[in-house]
């Protein structure tokens, strides 16, 4: 079945890294990706990673795979107030582009 | 990145009246489109696949007699809710495929919040 699992809450300091983690069920899935909302706001996509790949670093994020595990994680170095926001990991399990997304975990960044 | 527009951000409607919603693709076409429910502090759920020109698909548990999707361009589709009630009341947002149409670039709209009262 198609099912994916995040912590719902993640507190930091300002500065510090942020890692959020995720796990996904089906074996299958060849996009893995993590999106930002804001309070009020729609989904941004931050980045993705095609299932052929253990890690993707893009400016201050870093997203490692293991496919083995199932296990996707998202880094935030540096992290910033306004990182503060829920994030969620979804997969793509096939070709129809039907997104199965985890529950979000909420990001709170203390000064 | 493309760029998705819903219209309005926001709408109070009366118990027992119908109140339409649009996504548009702003600078590419679209020939499917997402529509997707959120309820506070909650992850999104798939209500249906909207794919121009034909019949929308929904998902499992979703009345769409109650959730009228029409998808009439390649650049618009609406998602109209039908008599609606309280329990309606969420954040509903779509997305669409980005001009390349491959799966990764699926964008979204910045939502519209449905006040029933």
């Known amino acids: 079945g198609e099912d994916v699992e995040q912590s719902l809450f993640l507190s930091v300091r300002e500065g510090d890294s942020s890692v959020i983690n995720c796990t996904y069920t089906d074996s299958s899935s060849t996009y893995l990706y993590w999106y930002k909302q804001e309070p009020g706001a729609g989904l941004q996509l931050l980045t993705y990673?095609?299932?052929?790949?253990d890690m993707k670093q893009d400016q201050r994020l870093t997203v490692l795979l293991n496919k083995k595990d199932k296990h996707l994680s998202l880094r935030i170095a540096d992290t910033q107030t306004g990182d503060s926001a829920i994030y969620f990991c979804?997969?793509?399990?096939?070709?129809?582009?039907?997104?199965?997304f985890g529950q979000g975990t909420e990001l709170s960044v203390k000064p | 990145g493309a760029v998705v527009s819903q219209h309005p951000s926001r709408v109070i409607c009366k118990s027992g009246t119908s109140v339409k919603i649009e996504c548009r693709s702003l600078?590419?076409?679209?020939?499917?489109m997402f529509w997707y429910r959120q309820f506070p502090k909650q992850s999104l759920m798939l209500m249906a696949t909207s794919n121009e020109g034909s019949k929308a698909t929904y998902e499992q548990g979703v009345e769409k007699d109650k959730f009228l999707i029409n998808h009439a361009s390649l650049t618009l589709s609406t998602l109209t809710v039908t008599s609606a009630h309280p329990e309606d009341s969420s954040f509903y947002i779509c997305?669409?495929?980005?001009?390349?149409?491959?799966?990764?670039?699926?964008?979204f709209g910045p939502g519209t919040r449905l006040t029933v009262t």
């Open positions: 997305s669409a495929f980005g001009t390349s149409g491959l799966a990764y670039e699926q964008y």
């Open positions: 990673i095609f299932s052929n790949m």
């Open positions: 979804a997969e793509i399990p096939n070709q129809g582009g039907k997104l199965i």
């Open positions: 600078d590419f076409q679209a020939t499917t």
